[in-house]
């Protein structure tokens, strides 16, 4: 068994955690509150979904990566219920960037959200209607309490436990 993950998921780990905080805290705080004809938020869609879009390949190349290639053997706490939770959260956190890549596509595709911010289409009034926007609203508070929950648990293991696991997600010999 390798001790660290492939370096491709290593590289993509950190790489994706920040997009992915990154457009959390961005959608929350520069997307959700600020009315579609304020013209300052044609930048923040501009963003938004150019990142969300490279997020939603970068996930599937870490998926493909993550499947075809060796990991270190599960950490273990010791508690056989943790170690089951610490794997769901896991493939939940896949799970849930796909739900919000996926839901946000839908949504810009519904609402002709693309001829608007890259082309002269008009700007959809709002997204209030749309079952899509509903679903990335939601998944979002999901994510943000999983990956709270993801967090919390590394920084467990590395104070409290220090049985290394941060140099699981570290680029080094395998
Ligand atoms: C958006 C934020 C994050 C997401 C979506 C995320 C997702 C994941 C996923 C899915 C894994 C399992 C490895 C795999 O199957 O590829 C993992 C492992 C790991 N993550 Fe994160 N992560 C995030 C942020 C963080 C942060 C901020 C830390 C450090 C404080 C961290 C520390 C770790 C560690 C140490 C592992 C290895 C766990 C093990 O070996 O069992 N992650 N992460
Ligand atoms: C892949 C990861 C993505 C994450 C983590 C993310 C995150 C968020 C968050 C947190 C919000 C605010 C939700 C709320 O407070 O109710 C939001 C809104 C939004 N996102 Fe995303 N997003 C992602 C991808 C995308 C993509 C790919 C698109 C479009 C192509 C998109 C389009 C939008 C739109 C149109 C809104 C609504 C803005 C409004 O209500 O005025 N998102 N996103």
Not at 14 to 38: K, R
């Amino acid at each position: 068994m390798p001790q660290r993950y492939h370096p491709v998921l290593v590289v993509l780990h950190w790489l994706l955690a920040a997009f992915l905080i990154g457009l959390l805290i961005a959608g929350t705080v520069l997307l959700a509150p600020v009315p579609n004809d304020d013209p300052a938020k044609l930048l923040s869609f501009r963003l938004h979904m150019g990142l969300g879009l490279l997020t939603f390949f970068l996930m599937v190349l870490r998926l493909a990566v993550r499947l075809t290639t060796r990991t270190p053997s599960p950490a273990v706490t010791g508690n056989a219920a943790l170690d089951r939770l610490a794997r769901a959260n896991h493939w939940a956190l896949y799970l849930l960037a796909f739900v919000m890549a996926g839901s946000g596509i839908a949504m810009a595709r519904a609402s002709g959200l693309p001829d608007a911010v890259f082309g002269d289409g008009p700007m959809p009034p709002d997204f209030a209607d749309y079952t899509a926007r509903r679903v990335h609203g939601l998944a979002s508070r999901l994510f943000m309490a999983l990956i709270a929950l993801h967090i919390a648990a590394a920084l467990w293991h590395h104070f409290i436990r220090r049985d290394g696991i941060l140099a699981r997600m570290r680029l080094g010999p395998r």
